[in-house]
């Protein structure tokens, strides 16, 4: 069955400093893959996605996302943390044949001053 | 810009009361659907719905869920008798069209306590 794995529960970065969290998919063909962001109170927003061409994406509040199929990865990024970037992330797969998105149990970000 | 609003935003049941969640999907589209959020655990799908019919469900959906739209604007989530355990977060989402990857749009959600 498809599943998608954050091993991150937690990551605390200072501010000004790089981030990477962490997404790892099973599924047999290329998925659909979502990077999604919850602020406390606020439903899940979508940063970015992909489902095919440039493996590269770039995403809304200067996040970036790496497609590897060798490493069934898809990292998400971004060189510079901004305080407001403390929130929990979710990334999330969906197969075509399927209309149900699959979440990671998610990432909580803190950021430290 | 357009989002999804659910209501209400919490909500406090005592187990075996029905419970009807409400969500306004965005307006110009046409799939919607309800996911759950038990605390500490994964953000999972319950059901998707479109043209007036469930096209897909998962196993935790149910008798004891259903979903309507019952008119051009609200979609409602029902649980008839509720459990303890269905105390969850309920998000509503909804997107353009059904293909792969198209965005779902998510509400802030309905936080469930079944007492």
């Known amino acids: 069955a498809q599943s998608v794995t954050q091993p991150d529960i937690h990551i605390t970065v200072s501010e000004g400093a790089s981030l990477e969290l962490r997404c790892n998919y099973s599924y047999g063909a290329t998925p659909y893959l979502f990077w999604y962001v919850q602020s406390p109170g606020q439903g899940l927003q979508l940063l970015l996605k992909y489902f095919s061409g440039d493996t590269l994406v770039q995403g809304i509040k200067g996040f970036e996302a790496e497609f590897k199929r060798s490493q069934s990865s898809f990292n998400l990024r971004k060189p510079s943390v901004h305080w407001s970037d403390a929130a929990e992330y979710f990334c999330?797969?969906?197969?075509?044949?399927?209309?149900?998105?699959?979440f990671g149990s998610g990432t909580r970000l803190l950021v430290r001053p | 810009e357009p989002e999804v609003t659910q209501t209400p935003s919490h909500q406090v049941t005592q187990m075996g009361q029905e419970v009807i969640l409400r969500c306004v999907p965005i307006s110009n589209h046409l799939y919607f659907y309800w996911y759950r959020q038990i605390l500490g655990q994964k953000v999972e799908f319950l059901v998707s719905f479109y043209n007036n019919e469930i096209s897909e469900k998962s196993e935790i959906f149910d008798d004891q869920f259903s979903v309507e739209r019952p008119d051009g604007s609200n979609f409602t989530l029902k649980i008839r008798s509720t459990k303890l355990e269905d105390s969850a977060m309920y998000f509503c989402a909804s997107s353009e069209s059904g293909t792969g990857e198209e965005t779902q749009y998510f509400g802030p959600g309905t936080r469930l306590l079944v007492l």
């Open positions: 999330a797969s969906r197969e075509d044949s399927s209309y149900k998105l699959i």
